[in-house]
């Protein structure tokens, strides 16, 4: 698989590696954005079944930012099956199950399945559906696998590395329970009074009072906060009277819905309500869901 990633000035090294195939994506830059997350993380081959703006495509391009090498590589197919029909393990990424019998597995346990497999020499497919409405019954029915994850809203939404940078807010500092369980994480957990982020819990009601209150911090402290509440989409409704009255109030805020078809997994989804705060200018986060 390719080990520079998106920087051109380092060597192109073709290493095995799965392929990705992505299903009648619906945008150009879509395709960018696979490509350069997988020139990112050292995958080079990808594989594309009747992209519906045609390829090549010039916006897919611009949104590989540096990962043109990956698109220059790219196949095109008119279907799923011709895609993977040379493929001797093929994987379909979905948060339904189809109702077929097939193991349903997370993405650490894909993983561990994939690399041995790839290490002798076996070519192993990795199967994202459409955006909107993912793969369908026959298509998963090719897989040997299906890969469904859970992750937590600020994984979602792509706000990872804000809430990094911000850390979390509590009274008494806490330390990371992640690190000092040696749980696989790619957040810092760990807790203090300087902490920007704060966790609220299942608690949308609470979300959207704290958005009212930060929203209002112009009038009430003289700063003013741009806060930013993310949460999935059917949570909306459980704190609509408090969004409602922070509306009245002439409250400044954001909130950003992310599609719960899309990021709520089979097992469960972890949506956690949270906040951020930052400082004068600075957007402020919210976000709202729980962890498993």
């Known amino acids: 698989m390719p080990g520079a990633g998106t920087d051109k000035t380092k060597r192109w090294i073709e290493r095995p590696g799965p392929v990705v195939v992505l299903v009648e994506p619906q945008m150009g830059e879509n ?122 809203v600020t994984v979602s939404t792509n706000l990872g590395p804000w809430v990094n940078r911000r850390g979390l807010f509590a009274r008494e500092a806490m330390a990371d329970t992640f690190k000092s369980e040696q749980i696989p994480s790619t957040f810092n957990w760990e807790f203090s009074p300087k902490g920007q982020h704060i966790e609220l819990g299942i608690a949308e009601s609470n979300l959207f009072i704290n958005l009212s209150a930060l929203g209002l911090s112009h009038s009430i402290n003289g700063v003013r906060l741009l806060p930013i509440g993310t949460l999935y989409d059917p949570f909306i409704a459980r704190g609509l009277d408090q969004l409602n009255y922070g509306c009245y109030q002439d409250s400044r805020f954001m909130v950003v819905a992310t599609p719960s078809g899309i990021t709520l997994a089979g097992e469960g989804g972890a949506h956690r309500p949270a906040l951020d705060g930052h400082g004068a200018g600075w957007p402020c986060l919210v976000r709202a869901g729980f962890r498993r």
């Open 31 to 152: 395709i960018g954005a696979a490509a350069r997350a997988m020139a990112n993380f050292g995958l080079g081959r990808l594989r594309l079944v009747k992209p519906k703006q045609g390829w090549p495509n010039e916006k897919a391009v611009v949104m590989a930012a540096g990962a043109d090498r990956v698109l220059d590589g790219a196949q095109l197919y008119e279907t799923l099956e011709e895609a993977v029909a040379d493929c001797s393990f093929v994987l379909a990424t979905t948060a339904r199950h189809h109702d077929q019998l097939k193991p349903i597995i997370g993405a650490q346990q894909a993983a561990a399945e994939i690399a041995p497999r790839v290490a002798a020499g076996d070519t192993v497919a990795l199967v994202f559906g459409r955006e909107r409405n993912g793969l369908e019954n026959h298509e998963v029915g090719l897989a040997d696998r299906i890969v469904t994850t859970a992750p937590d």
